[in-house]
């Protein structure tokens, strides 16, 4: 990944280029999961069973997890929804796609995986009664447009959950984190993958990423949302956003 740009960072409305971020995940793809379980200290896999759970999903729900990776989102909601339920992963990167199939047929899991862009879904409106995308909006070069998509796609009544990384503001953790994200995480993740760049983006990204009110005001905005709401994990290192769709 050396030979890639660090993709710039962007609040809100535009986010960074999607030919760089997509040259950047294929890059880091075969390590990512190693990285996620040491930079987090598995802490990742219970953020989304939080969003999980708090989605409410039910046995014989249709889900659709967008910017999936390497599916551990849609893995997460599976195992809520049953055999009887439907869950697709998609993503635009096919490398990070990748372990996606074994990692679910490990678990006896039957899931869809398929690559898609998630500011252009190539499924019916109303066609699932949730979407997801956990890490990834922050990663979308037009995110309302993914919000928008995510929406469209969703039954009214349904929702879209995401989950992204914030800001802590609790003081002491905040100084705490900042120094772990600024100075340890970037040299960790850039030896574990060898591409310093995509952690020093995750670091720069994340660090200016709108989170709690500001990014429900990015929900509403969409007037896609009956209801949004927020919640911290983490004391906000990461959040989790729910709307329900109109
Ligand atoms: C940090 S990874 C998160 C992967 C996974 N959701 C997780 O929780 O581990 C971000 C993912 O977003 C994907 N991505 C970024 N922009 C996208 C877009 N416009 N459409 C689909 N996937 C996108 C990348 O390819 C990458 O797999």
């Known amino acids: 990944m050396s030979s890639v740009d660090q993709p710039s960072t962007t609040h809100g409305m535009n986010g960074p280029d999607a030919s760089k971020i997509r040259s950047m995940f294929s890059g880091i793809a075969g390590r990512y999961d190693l990285a996620n379980t040491i930079l987090s200290g598995g802490i990742h896999h219970l953020w989304r069973q939080s969003l999980v759970d708090w989605s409410g999903a039910r046995a014989g729900q249709n889900i659709l997890d967008c910017a999936t990776g390497t599916g551990d989102l849609a893995i997460a909601f599976k195992s809520v929804v049953g055999q009887e339920g439907?869950?697709?992963?998609t993503d635009f990167c096919a490398e990070m796609?990748?372990?996606?199939?074994?990692?679910?047929?490990?678990?006896?899991?039957?899931?869809?995986?398929?690559?898609?862009?998630?500011?252009?879904?190539?499924?019916?409106?109303?066609?699932?009664?949730?979407?997801?995308?956990?890490?990834?909006?922050?990663?979308?070069a037009q995110p309302l447009k993914g919000l928008i998509e995510l929406a469209r796609v969703v039954r009214p009544g349904g929702c879209v959950m995401v989950l992204e990384f914030?800001?802590?503001?609790?003081?002491?953790?905040?100084?705490?984190?900042?120094l772990y994200s600024e100075k340890i995480l970037p040299r960790i993740g850039g030896w574990i993958t060898g591409a310093p760049e995509a952690y020093q983006y995750l670091q720069s990204s994340s660090s200016q990423?709108?989170?709690?009110?500001?990014?429900?005001?990015?929900?509403?905005?969409?007037?896609?949302?009956v209801q949004v709401?927020?919640?911290?994990?983490?004391?906000?290192?990461?959040?989790?956003?729910?709307?329900?769709?109109?």
Do not use: H
């Open 97 to 140: 796609l990748g372990p996606a199939p074994s990692k679910a047929a490990a678990r006896g899991y039957e899931i869809e995986f398929s690559q898609a862009d998630v500011t252009q879904l190539p499924f019916a409106d109303a066609s699932f009664d949730i979407a997801s995308i956990s890490f990834g909006i922050r990663n979308v």
């Open 229 to 246: 709401e927020a919640r911290r994990l983490s004391f906000g290192v990461a959040w989790m956003y729910k709307g329900v769709v109109r």
């Open 209 to 225: 990423f709108p989170c709690g009110q500001a990014f429900l005001d990015l929900m509403n905005s969409t007037d896609r949302f």
């Open 166 to 178: 914030g800001q802590p503001d609790t003081p002491v953790i905040s100084n705490a984190y900042r």
């Open 86 to 89: 439907r869950v697709t992963g």
